[in-house]
């Protein structure tokens, strides 16, 4: 479990377990006998069902549905024993696989989703240039999931925007994500340095960071970009050659163990993403003093980020105004450091304590349903 949706489960996790007391069991598809990536809690239960359900990754659309019907029995089968047999007060659903019958299942728990992305790119199956079987498929599923989705006692979207987007549903809760972790620093304003946090990926949007990068590295001699995570960066390297960006003012990493020292060694975060279900590394990066230029793109940075007080938000997918945005904060050291202070108070809004007491009072408001 490595990323942003798996941080926050085994956040949640551990604090529940840990700090309420709730028996917390943990259902997983995937990766048995693998390391978790984040620590968990000696008190969380977990199951893993080890169906590898990762092996569609490699198939064409059509073998994708002969692998996966067979899976998706057993996965259903598999999670029903375990359910009748735990009888949990509460389930839990990431709206993955299981919410095709989650509700069926008659083990006496409310059933709670969760949604870490917005509608619009949720289950995108990119029809644009898909066979007819395809589209069928897509047009099918889409019709279905609304009427799973209202069956739920409750769905907990990130942000407002999110939760006015689901229109047909009247059971949709607005809980945000809690900030990863307490810093022990926070940045001196003094380092000449953006850093960006995330994966090498077509949301992300390292393209276009790379792209506005090309153009705002031109108007300082002094500033570097350091990009960090997950992923093939190979055309992204290439990328960078062919926009002519000095290699000695960028440089892309893999994953790194100490994020924390990589905000707190910057003085400005930078996101680029084309979509964001909330933006975590928006947290992070605040609660280390780092004011953000981010792209206001669904939904997530326009939720956390107040534009001109914490961070700049410009329109999503230019380019050109990512690179002055950037050019704008890099110069102006005396907003730049106003910024830091109002960020690392804002977060306070966001940490475990205070987003846990929402989950809490859902969990008792669904609950007293039961008696």
Not at 138 to 151: D, E, M
Request: proline share 3%; with cysteine; glycine share 6%.
């Amino acid at each position: 479990m490595a990323g942003g949706v798996e941080r926050v489960l085994t956040l949640k996790a551990n604090y529940f377990a840990e700090q309420l007391g709730y028996d917390i069991t943990i259902i997983l598809t995937e990766g048995k006998d693998k390391p978790y990536f984040y620590p968990l809690s000696s008190k969380v239960k977990v199951i893993n069902f080890d169906l590898n359900f990762e092996e569609l990754w490699t198939c064409s659309f059509l073998k994708k549905i002969w692998v996966y019907l067979p899976k998706q029995r057993h996965f259903k089968k598999l999670l029903t024993t375990d359910l009748m047999r735990i009888r949990p007060d509460i389930t839990i659903s990431l709206l993955r696989r299981d919410i095709n019958f989650i509700n069926e299942i008659k083990d006496g728990s409310k059933k709670i989703g969760e949604l870490h992305i917005n509608r619009d790119n949720y289950r995108n199956f990119k029809t644009e240039k898909a066979g007819i079987v395809k589209k069928l498929f897509a047009s099918f599923w889409s019709a279905n999931l609304v009427t799973h989705l209202k069956k739920l006692d409750k769905l907990v979207v990130l942000t407002e925007k999110d939760r006015e987007a689901w229109t047909e549903l009247s059971n949709v809760k607005v809980i945000p994500n809690p900030l990863s972790f307490t810093p022990n620093n926070t940045s001196t304003q003094t380092s000449k340095r953006v850093v960006a946090v995330a994966r090498y990926s077509h949301e992300k949007g390292i393209d276009l960071l790379l792209k506005a990068w090309a153009i705002a590295e031109k108007n300082t001699e002094e500033w570097r970009l350091d990009v960090f995570g997950d992923g093939n960066r190979e055309s992204f390297e290439q990328l960078i050659d062919q926009l002519g960006i000095d290699r000695k003012r960028c440089a892309l990493h893999g994953r790194t163990n100490n994020v924390e020292q990589e905000y707190v060694n910057s003085s400005l975060f930078v996101l680029s993403s084309r979509f964001e279900g909330f933006g975590m590394v928006i947290l992070e990066a605040m609660a280390c003093g780092l004011p953000v230029v981010a792209f206001d793109c669904p939904w997530g940075p326009r939720t956390i980020i107040a534009e001109g007080e914490d961070g700049l938000l410009v329109e999503n997918g230019n380019i050109k105004a990512l690179a002055d945005g950037l050019s704008k904060l890099m110069h102006n050291n005396s907003l730049r450091f106003l910024m830091s202070k109002v960020c690392v108070n804002k977060v306070n809004n966001y940490v475990i304590d205070r987003i846990a007491e929402q989950w809490n009072s859902l969990f008792n408001e669904v609950l007293e349903l039961l008696e």
